[in-house]
């Protein structure tokens, strides 16, 4: 061919130039990390654009997360152009919701349909569980919603799920012979409700394109061509999509990695790669084993790892990078402890090596560690940004809560007061509040003066209203005086109405606002809990929860540290990464344990994690951890354990020095019987945990109270979460640690405070 030397063209090797410049038709490229897959996608569409012409209307690419995409339109407008904006490029999820939104109407729904997350699902289906009286601790939210999820993601719709053996069979032998009925229920709530949850997106798409011909020629004259990024994590859903879009030019070319097959618990399907090679004939195949990316320790510790798994193509990744630094490991005695030394390690790292914020990512298995990582990271003064999910303290019940404990510490805090005045609704209005702030100005008095006297300065009901709200704060303040942060946090969740309005609010956000204020108070609790911490007042508290809501605010997106779940880094690279909180049941997770496919996932979660660093790779874990609001004692990982050594040193400044820990600076030798020792000192440490104390005597419940932590002869552990009506109706609402939430009636339960 007389082709344009392009620059972008000598920027690829020869297998990379062969996945950029063929093209036509179906092709394939299954390589290891760092390879260059994503690249040689980016420069397929460039070439595309540039060389062929091709109008980027008529392109379609899908990439795991929305970063990935935005960081590819990026590069191919470096090379094509402001016309990169034009091409149809995004996540399957976004992709398809754009064109559902389109074509809503055609499936029975408005074209602003709400989207359902996951947490949205979970709360409906425990609602759904709850009123049609079914056993809530066969019927977990989680259990349901994954065998709604698997259905969807085969194409089975709620009528084929009850005439389909596979799944009622298994559900019978399960005793949950409910699940199809829950189904059903929770897809027409979610249709009443014009909502689509993230499966839906998809499975409508395949309705859509099934059963409307008209709207699936539509589309298939549309898109020319369709390239796929991390193909191995496309499950049936998705690839039936792809397949009906290139039916007719075949032009489709998918790209991926099985060795970092990561959604098979959520349906993807290794198997795609072998259906597609059986779908098209044709297919060209290219390889690509030389990464790019990483160090040759980063490479071969990841290898290490990856040669555990039975289930992989056979491949040999390999690098010609230096060599780099070790990777480091380091131990901390808790998570708020494993924050701090990483905090310390990142400041240390930016200061040695010129740094930018930006270069960091700090990686974890769920998204519920990242609140000890922020707080560390905020009291270094390091700013950061949580990929995916809201950054906790941003979330709208959070700050209003907050906004309670400001205006009690600082009666001048005017936002604050203005957040929290009316709410609950008390019937203040923004025009009595107005009032305030005008009258503070005229008579060039303090806020917190006027409003004291606020019937002298507005008259009627609005005054009277506001004086009420004053002497609320009066009494918390009085708490703050005598109690420390959580106890006056406490008072004011329960005494504002706040926890009983959330509470009441049955609505799917409703439940989760509930759920996040519980969790701030947790991480109140671990404050004052702290043994370190001479000042346990509420302003002390607050001084830190403000620095991190100014920071977050004003954090530039090019500058902060990536907080996110490994899940959410897949495809990405980052000069220093931090895997944390390598621990047994939490990283490989405790849901993964069962099976041997199960943990080999586990295993190529970690490698993904691995293979997301450039130069230098930090591996950390907690010997203890909060969880639900009590300190567990853990042990470290088995993944430690799996990488080579000789590619690991303990770091012995940003480790604890807690005497469970070696002497010995830099152990590499000794690094195995390290963890191993940590592992039997766990063991000894907690195993008295979950058997009920042999001394069981139930308390008198009288003085139970919301928060408190209690022991029931059954249920074991738990903490108080609701208490309600009064005498011998009064109920409380317990999340116990095993058992999950249970609702007693306290006239009954033997229940002992702990
Ligand atoms: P993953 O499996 O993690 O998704 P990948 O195979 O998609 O990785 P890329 O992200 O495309 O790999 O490339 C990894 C890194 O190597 C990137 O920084 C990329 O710019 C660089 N790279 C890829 N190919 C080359 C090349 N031929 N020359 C120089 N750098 C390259
Ligand atoms: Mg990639």
Avoid at 412 to 430: F, H, V, Y
Avoid at 708 to 724: A, Q, R, S
């Amino acid at each position: 061919a007389s082709e344009v030397q392009d620059d972008y063209l000598k920027e690829l090797n020869p297998p990379q130039r062969e996945g950029v410049v063929n093209t036509e038709g179906p092709t394939m490229l299954i390589a290891g990390a760092g390879s260059g897959k994503t690249r040689v996608l980016t420069y397929r569409i460039a070439h595309l654009m540039k060389f062929h012409k091709v109008d980027p209307f008529n392109i379609m690419a899908l990439t795991f997360t929305n970063k990935a995409a935005r960081e590819m339109r990026e590069r191919i407008e470096g090379v094509v152009g402001g016309e990169a904006k034009n091409l149809y490029m995004g996540t399957f999820h976004s992709v398809f919701a754009r064109i559902l939104r389109a074509e809503a109407s055609k499936l029975g729904y408005s074209s602003n349909f709400t989207i359902y997350d996951t947490d949205d699902s979970k709360t409906l289906i425990k609602q759904i569980v709850k009123e049609q009286g079914l056993d809530d601790k066969l019927y977990k939210p989680n259990v349901v919603l994954n065998r709604i999820s698997a259905a969807k993601n085969r194409l089975i719709s709620w009528r084929d799920y009850i005439n389909n053996p596979v799944f009622t069979e298994d559900d019978a032998s399960n005793m949950r012979p409910e699940m199809g009925k829950l189904y059903q229920t929770y897809a027409l709530r979610c249709y009443k409700a014009d909502a689509m949850d993230f499966d839906d997106l998809l499975f409508n798409t395949n309705v859509l394109l099934q059963e409307h011909t008209e709207v699936l020629n539509k589309y298939q004259q549309r898109f020319h061509y369709l390239l796929i990024d991390e193909f191995q994590d496309t499950n049936i859903s998705q690839y039936q999509i792809a397949k009906k879009l290139a039916a007719v030019r075949e032009n489709i070319c998918v790209v991926g990695d099985d060795a970092q097959s990561i959604y098979a618990f959520r349906g993807a399907d290794i198997q795609n790669i072998l259906n597609f090679e059986r779908d098209y004939p044709d297919l060209k195949v290219i390889k690509l084993e030389q990464n790019y990316r990483s160090t040759k320790t980063i490479v071969n510790a990841a290898n290490s790892v990856i040669n555990r798994n039975t289930a992989q193509l056979k491949k040999n990744v390999w690098t010609d990078n230096e060599d780099g630094d070790l990777i480091e490991l380091i131990k901390a005695t808790s998570d708020n402890e494993e924050g701090k030394l990483i905090a310390s390690s990142i400041f240390e790292t930016k200061m040695q090596s010129q740094a930018k914020n930006n270069d960091f990512a700090i990686l974890y298995r769920t998204n519920s560690q990242s609140r000890a990582m922020e707080e560390a990271l905020r009291r270094n003064n390091l700013k950061y940004r949580v990929v995916g999910g809201l950054s906790f303290y941003q979330r709208k019940e959070i700050k209003d809560l907050i906004a309670y404990l400001r205006f009690i510490v600082n009666p001048n805090d005017e936002q604050a007061m203005r957040r929290s005045i009316n709410l609950p609704k008390r019937g203040i209005g923004p025009g009595t509040v107005e009032k305030l702030v005008v009258a503070s100005a005229e008579h060039g008095k303090s806020l917190w003066d006027i409003m004291d006297n606020a019937q002298f300065y507005i008259s009627g009901r609005g005054g009277k209203q506001v004086e009420e709200y004053v002497s609320l704060i009066k009494s918390f303040r009085l708490t703050a005086e005598k109690k420390d942060a959580y106890d006056c946090a406490a008072q004011v969740a329960k005494n504002t109405g706040i926890l009983k309005e959330l509470y009441a609010d049955k609505t799917i956000e409703g439940m989760s606002r509930y759920e996040n204020v519980q969790e701030l108070l947790n991480a109140i609790k671990e404050f004052t809990d702290d043994p370190e911490r001479t000042d346990k007042s509420l302003s002390a508290f607050l001084q830190e929860v403000t620095l991190l809501t100014d920071e977050d605010r004003n954090a530039d997106p090019e500058e902060a540290i990536t907080l996110m779940t490994i899940h959410m880094a897949k495809g990405l690279e980052f000069n220093y990464v931090y895997i944390v909180g390598l621990e047994e049941e939490l990283f490989p997770s405790q849901m993964m344990l069962s099976s041997r496919a199960d943990l080999e996932e586990e295993r190529r979660l970690f490698y993904v994690a691995i293979t997301r660093a450039k130069k230098k790779l930090h591996l950390s874990y907690a010997l203890n951890r909060y969880r639900f609001g009590r300190l567990k004692a853990c042990e470290p990982s088995r993944f430690l354990e799996e990488v080579d050594p000789q590619f690991i040193k303990v770091n012995k400044k940003f480790s604890s020095t807690a005497p469970l820990s070696s002497a010995d600076s830099y152990v590499t030798k000794n690094f195995v019987n390290n963890l191993k020792k940590d592992r039997s000192n766990r063991k000894f440490a907690s195993a008295p945990q979950h058997q009920p104390s042999a001394d069981f005597k139930p308390s008198d419940t009288s003085k139970l109270a919301e928060g408190m932590l209690v022991e029931h002869p059954k249920f074991g552990f738990g903490k108080v979460t609701v208490i309600d009506a009064e005498g011998a109706n009064k109920k409380a609402r317990v999340d116990f640690e095993k058992a999950g939430e249970k609702t007693l009636l306290l006239s009954f339960a033997k229940l002992r405070i702990v």
